[in-house]
């Protein structure tokens, strides 16, 4: 394995940094770049950066440049000439500057397998016409709907994987269940063969999306590729299966609408599609990546933190407790129920703050910009981390203490761009809802059904380049007996 992955670094460096090193050794910049250094040639300060996302410590590297250089410098990452920021400032524009003065590039490996037509990568007019599509599905006023719908999968995930057994992996547990609301939400898929079929080369898309870009036979990148080689007919299949449903009207109960159903519904004002199924193919690739990890990374470190913190998971309970009481037994959850738990938010959103799962943003300067009294060349990446305004004692006290109390309305309020942990501006995640909505109903049926405790207290999660627990965060479960009965009357 070690011998691989040696093999694999030796030919990114030949195939891909290296025609990258030629491409800017020539270059002459123009006066007034940042302070700070570029380093070794191909390498920079790519593996410290590497060493620290993994010791989940990008906070403390983004601290020694800024103590070194000052607010704004320059880096070497991943081959290409960089300019770090940090601050609400920044945020604000990184998150609102044109797209095609700063773009969303990404890549190579992210761009391969999601598709050139995703919304990452989009900019301009695109960006805003298939945002547009897509949120038409992914807003609450739609979404409002389907609490039932995502409540049962959570319910039919709990008999299925956590009732009856006295431990579980909680992380590989909830990614299965983000799976399945996913084909649930997006696809329209019912649980099945056609589901089974879909999981693996899943998995193994999003395993390539994070790989070194070396499409050699033994690689994960390589995987991933085939994996969406293989995925794509299966999109398309469901495409056409929906496009012709719609033609028969099988389809009129808005209820039964998936995302594909709306996308391919959608029409510009001349009649013609909004989409095209390419754009649609990698759109529904790019949401599925998206909500199947952020979600599952989220719920899992709320887990940890429930069986820590006796204060939270109490007031989490009580408020959880209620809304039970509420319900006739076996009662799905509904929208009203989820305006609730706006305690339970609070804790979520506490959780992002101190432990965003995306912790790293890249753009790429498509002319030469001006910022900060500071020159950023065309064609050099911007890097901006979530974490140094997250974690910024002037703009939250204390900010490594857990304490939802941040996020209640009476609260002082951060300033704006400071709390990024969805995006910011017209990058803001379109799926927030959808990720609220999921966990909220999540939060609520772990609660009300079981009680448990870490096997490891000590359990750890390193980043690549998403928070992974060593272990899985191992947990003993107990279910809790019916201590309460409901208030309604079943008929």
Known sequence: MELQILITLLLFLLLVLFPIFFLFRGKKYPDGLPPGSLGLPLIGQSFDLL????????????????????????????????????????????????GNILTNTQPPSISRILGSKNIIELAGHDHKRVRAALTSFLKLEVLKQYVAK??????????????????????????????????????????????????????????????????????????GIIARTKLVPMLIDIIREKREALQEQKQANPRDKDLITSLISIHDDDGSP???????????????????DTTSVLLTFLVKLLANNESVYSAIVSEQQEIAKSKALGEALAWEDLTKMKYSWRVASEMLRINTPVALSFRRAMQDIEYGGFIIPKGWQVLLSSSMTHMNNDIFQNPTLFDPTRFEKHSLQPPPFSFVAFGAGPRMCPGIELAKMETLAMIHRLVTQFTWELLK???????????????????????????????????
């Open 150 to 223: 995502v409540d049962e999968e959570i319910q039919h995930h709990l008999q299925t994987h956590w009732h009856g057994r006295h431990e579980v992996q909680v992380q590989p547990l909830i990614k299965t269940l983000t799976f399945n609301v996913i084909c649930s939400l997006l696809f329209g898929i019912e649980r099945g063969l056609k589901r089974d079929k879909l999981l693996p080369h899943f998995q193994h898309m999003i395993e390539g999306v994070l790989a070194i870009p070396i499409n050699l036979p033994f690689t994960q990148f390589n995987r």
């Open 457 to 491: 207290e000590d359990e750890c999660f390193v980043r690549n380049p998403m928070p992974e627990f060593n272990q899985g965060l191992l947990v003993r479960i107990t279910p809790i007996k019916a201590t309460f009965m409901s208030s309604k009357v079943s008929l």
């Open 51 to 98: 060493k620290a996302l993994k010791a989940d410590k990008v906070d403390k590297w983004f601290q020694e440049g800024i103590t070194k250089h000052g607010p704004i410098w320059k880096a070497s990452l991943f081959g290409y000439p960089t300019v770090v920021l940090h601050g609400p400032a920044a945020n604000k524009f990184i998150y609102t500057c044109d």
């Open 274 to 292: 909004m989409m095209s199924d390419e754009e649609i193919i990698d759109n529904i690739i790019v949401v599925m990546v998206a909500g199947y």
